[in-house]
């Protein structure tokens, strides 16, 4: 512990279980010195763990729906009252593909499942950014980050719409980023994760395949939920002044990666006993 948080106050999205990056965030946050309150919708409120979580770490819990903008007002104002003052950072861990989870492919959506997956997994990130900022709810040099994916960027099988919600999270960052960042000295970024195995990610067909694939691929490994936390920490501190508007690959090389020996030796196992590596 090195106390990077000690007095600063923040709001935590999308804490379910002890499987959520964003559980694991706010653990380090307390453990860092920050107070918080945490929010999830309802629904998920009543699957998951959070309140566990919020007596852990001394929290409050707001309820809220982060694609209703009246409820995310009462958040953040609430928030400041049981804070006694403007927030310093803010994480947007929210994600959820109706299609993913009924299983239709990407060349045959459901266009009403799509749009809720734009409003969830992205548009909410740009209506918290809003309503925060109309709010003067966060101090100079506060950060907010939302975790993304390199299928922004990347075809990847199995991701569905989701990679389009994506890319638009990512956008939102540079775009509101900028105002931000002009106006009121808020840094604003996205954090592009390994493949997680969340209760969101288990979801994700083909899921231990891909993250065995990006195991394999990435020189270092895959960046677990802990990790993921310990990077977001560093992000919220001040040592991290001067990024914004950035959407940071923490995947352990892997989105630099076109092949390594140990993914192509795995592949090459599928031809046979035969096959020789001459690789060096």
Known sequence: MYNLLKGKKGIIFGA??????AWKVAEKAFEEGATFTLSNTQVAMRFGEINELAEKCNAEIIPADATNLKDLEHLFTKSMEILGGKIDFVLHSIGMSLNVRKGRVYDDLDYNY??????????????????????????EWGSVLALSYVAAQRTLYGYNDMADAKAILESIARSF???????????????????????????VKGIDGLIDFTDRMSPLGNADA??????????????????????????????????????????NKSFGE???????
């Open 16 to 21: 379910l279980n002890s499987k959520s990056i």
């Open 114 to 139: 799509f749009l809720k997956t734009i409003d969830i997994s992205a548009l909410s990130f740009h209506k918290v950014l809003q309503t925060a900022r109309k709010l003067d709810a966060i101090n």
């Open 177 to 203: 980023g900028y105002i931000y960042g002009r106006d009121k000295k808020v840094r604003v970024n996205t954090i592009s994760q390994s493949p997680t195995r969340t209760t969101a990610g288990s979801g």
């Open 226 to 267: 802990e990790d993921c936390a310990n990077f977001c920490i560093t992000m919220f501190s001040d040592l991290t002044k001067k990024i914004t508007m950035q959407n940071i690959f923490h995947d352990g090389g892997f989105s630099s990666m076109g092949m390594s020996l140990r993914a192509m030796t795995q592949y």
């Open 274 to 280: 035969d096959v020789e590596m001459n690789l060096e």
